[in-house]
């Protein structure tokens, strides 16, 4: 029997903030990321994402690891993990940490400071996370 390898690998990334919060998709192949949305860190946010995961049909996620200079956990770091739980039991898929330190710095430096500066930061994440797996 032969077995074919599709070459999907559907990602989603994540900027987390306490106010509001960054999302990029990637391309089918999962290669290429894009910014998506901001939208508030309130308790509609995990509902948000299972939709998301269910309608791309998303395959794992990457979330922005949230540690201070010294590499040490922030005060966001907390809500990450918990979220990381909520939505670990809630779908099922891998969840993977990227360091997240001036994502948001670099979006503001390539783009401006617009509406869509947390999705792109999130895009960066999520591309920093896609280029150590092509390595």
């Known amino acids: 029997m032969t077995v074919w390898y599709s ?3 559907k ?4 900027d987390f903030g306490t106010k509001k919060i960054g999302i990029a998709v990637t391309d089918d192949a999962g290669k290429m990321a894009f910014p998506r949305a901001v939208v508030p860190n309130d308790e509609s946010f995990v509902a948000y994402i299972v939709d998301v995961v269910t309608k791309e049909h998303i395959d794992e996620i990457v979330v922005g690891h949230s540690l ?8 966001v770091h907390k ?9 670990t039991l809630s779908l099922g898929i891998p969840v993977h940490l990227e ?4 994502s948001s710095k670099q979006a503001g430096q390539i783009q401006g400071n617009t509406k ?3 999705a792109s930061a999130a895009a960066i ?11």
């Open 79 to 87: 809500q990450v993990q918990d979220f990381i739980a909520d939505i």
């Open 99 to 102: 360091p997240e330190q001036y």
């Open 7 to 9: 070459g999907r690998m």
């Open 116 to 118: 869509l500066l947390d």
């Open 125 to 135: 994440i999520l591309d920093s996370f896609i280029t150590k797996q092509c390595n």
């Open 68 to 75: 201070n200079n010294h590499g040490e956990p922030n005060p």
């Open 11 to 14: 990602r989603l990334g994540i």
